[in-house]
């Protein structure tokens, strides 16, 4: 039997190169796993969202999935809020969530740090729903960048608590996390994460940059004044950043950059960094403007997803409510 993967984004502002990083594995995992993702719009309202804002973006990360090279056809993309069995597993496994190990949670402490004046409890019990989310669909794997393996390794640590319970009753799952590209960082502040609501537009590369944007953001990337393109992520870690933006984009390993870019500067060095990386968005943008213009499609193709990800979501719900001793006439 194939193992199944699960993975989940929110569809809060434009991806960013980062989220490009981490998600152009999905498509390919696909070649010998059962793969579901998921565009987690519950998650996303833990801050607070503009009805519209909410709904176009939604749409928008959809579309993103599929022009990543999700297949409908072959795995099943949809969306979190069509599937009503996401909340109501949150709730049983919420019951089995001490809440010491939320507090733990370092994006629980980050995000509260950062929204100081709406630490609302989704934003607190935020994992259980990603638990909730994994569990349902008895993935095996969930490949995610590095900050999220918190948050994989608590849906593991949840699990096994209700397994220990009632029985076997969901599968295990452990995070499946790639290389140098699980975490890209700011252009910057590299010690830093790139991320979608850096309130610095130059940090972040978005999925849907133009050419011109691309070569200007990386122009200003922060290096050093050492000169060398070598990947050293302690002392240098501006420069490292931009040879994992070349690798994510080309494929060459980190030793055939340092060579190819040797003695050459990082004029010469920023400017290939640049081609590589719109040469790598340009045909993911042109495809996500060819699902979008048609929302017919896109609509159908939700639907179909939700369905899917439904007739498996409900058996894994109806086996937890059994496993718990939930009365059923
Ligand atoms: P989200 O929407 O922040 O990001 C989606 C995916 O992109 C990865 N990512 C990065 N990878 C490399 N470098 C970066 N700078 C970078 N920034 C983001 C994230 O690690 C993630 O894999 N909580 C999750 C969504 C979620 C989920 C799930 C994931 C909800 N339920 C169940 C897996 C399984 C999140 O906010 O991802």
Redesign the pocket.
Known sequence: MRKRV???????GR?????????RHWPKLADDHDCIY?V?DL??VTITRKPEELRNETRKVFAALLALGIDPDRDIPFI?SHVPAHSELMWLLGCHTMFGELSRMT?FKDKSARHATNVNVGLFT??V???A??LLYD?HF???????RQ??EL?RDICLRFNGRYGDVLTVPEPLIKGA??????LSEPSE????SDPNENATLFVTDGRDTIVKKIKRAVTDSDGAVRYDTENKPGVANLMTLYHISTDKPFGEIEREFDGRGYGVFKAAVAEAVADCLTPVGQRLNEYLSDAAQLDALARRGAEKASERAVKTLERVYNAMGFYKC
Do not use: W
């Not at 991806?15 to 998600?23: D, K, R, V």
């Not at 994460?193 to 979608?196: A, E, L, N, V």
């Open positions: 699960f993975s989940g984004v929110q569809p809060t991806l960013t190169f980062g989220n490009y990083s981490t998600m998921c987690v998650h996303s979190q994006q935020y994992p729903l990603q638990a989310d994994i993935a969930v490949p995610v960048g590095e900050d999220q948050h994989v849906s590209g699980a975490r890209v960082m700011s994460k790139m991320s979608k």
